[in-house]
């Protein structure tokens, strides 16, 4: 049986969303279900209770969910990366290639200014352009990223590949 097996059924998967032959993860299902957010939140806190970050940054906007829970749980403080334009003091930015196009993300520059070790969360992680981007932000701010953790891996887009050399840990594994 897969890890989280019981995580990954809550799951809601959508063909052909946003487009034909892609398919979609929806964790609105898993946060929805009470059960299933707490087991999501205590899992993750389990990986990170005997090495605590000093704060956690959630990617815009799934992000932000998982980071405020785990924030609280760890008793740690919470920033967000927010899409450009988002954000209303002094930023640093960051672009990244989309299939699409270029997305930029950007985070106040006092983010990280006393609270240095820095563990980054978002929903999921695909091809690992926002989070290596996300990751790129987070340095400039003079934080230091302890790992990524994210709810669910596309294993298939290789995400992790563009991450070599930070540690990035995830619930669910989608093999296909």
């Known amino acids: 049986m897969q890890k989280n097996q019981d995580l990954k059924d809550k799951l809601r998967t959508i063909a052909d969303f946003p487009k034909p032959g892609i398919t979609f993860y929806d964790i609105t299902t898993l946060l929805a279900d009470a059960e299933g957010l707490r ?26 969910i998982l980071a405020s829970a785990l924030a609280y749980k760890l008793g740690c403080g919470m920033t967000m990366i927010r899409k450009q334009g988002k954000l209303p003091c002094d930023t640093f930015s960051q672009s990244y290639q989309l299939e699409y196009g270029e997305a930029t993300l950007e985070v106040h520059t006092d983010a ?4 240095k070790k820095v563990l ?9 352009g926002t989070a290596k981007a996300a990751i790129k ?4 701010a003079g ?18 590949d563009k991450l070599k050399g930070y540690t990035v840990d995830t619930l669910i594994d989608i093999i296909e």
Do not use: W
């Open 39 to 64: 087991l999501c939140v205590e899992r993750t806190a389990e990986l990170y209770k005997d090495n605590k970050p000093d704060i956690i940054a959630g990617i815009d906007a799934r992000g932000f």
């Open 112 to 115: 990280f200014s006393q609270k």
């Open 120 to 128: 980054l969360v978002d929903d999921l992680l695909a091809t690992g």
């Open 137 to 140: 932000l987070i340095e400039k």
């Open 143 to 160: 934080g230091h990223v302890m790992a990524l953790s994210c709810i669910i891996e596309l294993r298939a887009l290789k995400g992790r």
